[in-house]
């Protein structure tokens, strides 16, 4: 089993910065990819970005150039640096972690994605 949490969200003015952390516990061996999506009101879920385990990084084009993701193996940690922040950027934002397809993590893991519980971040103009 593994579990996600994030912290670090909350209200910033536009053009400030917040730092997303998510940190992993359980059988974190059993995580592959990691991402960060966000959901606003009314919209879809959406990837904001994603690292693989060997550090390969995707961003959606609204993310590039303003938002970083990265990947603490050793502290079981997820971090998205965002900066520039703009009021589209207010959202619900969720850790994500992708199981690995290893025969051992797929014989002691359910093998779904894991989910964090979320973590507001509020973008005032």
């Known amino acids: 089993q593994v579990q996600l949490v994030e912290s670090g969200g909350g209200l910033v003015q536009a053009g400030g910065s917040l730092r997303l952390s998510c940190a992993a516990s359980?059988?974190?061996?059993?995580?592959?990819?990691m991402g960060w999506y966000r959901q606003a009101p009314g919209k879809e879920r959406e990837l904001v970005a994603a690292?693989?385990?060997?550090?390969?990084?995707n961003y959606a084009n609204s993310a590039k150039g303003r938002f970083t993701i990265s990947r603490d193996n050793a502290k079981n940690t997820l971090y998205l640096q965002m900066n520039s922040l703009k009021p589209e950027d207010t959202a619900v934002y969720y850790c994500?972690?992708?199981?690995?397809?290893?025969?051992?993590?797929?014989?002691?893991?359910?093998?779904?994605?894991?989910w964090g519980q979320g973590t507001q971040v509020t973008v005032s103009s």
């Open positions: 994500n972690g992708e199981p690995s397809r290893s025969s051992w993590c797929r014989r002691h893991d359910h093998g779904y994605d894991y």
């Open positions: 690292v693989t385990s060997g550090g390969s990084t």
């Open positions: 359980g059988h974190t061996i059993c995580i592959s990819a």
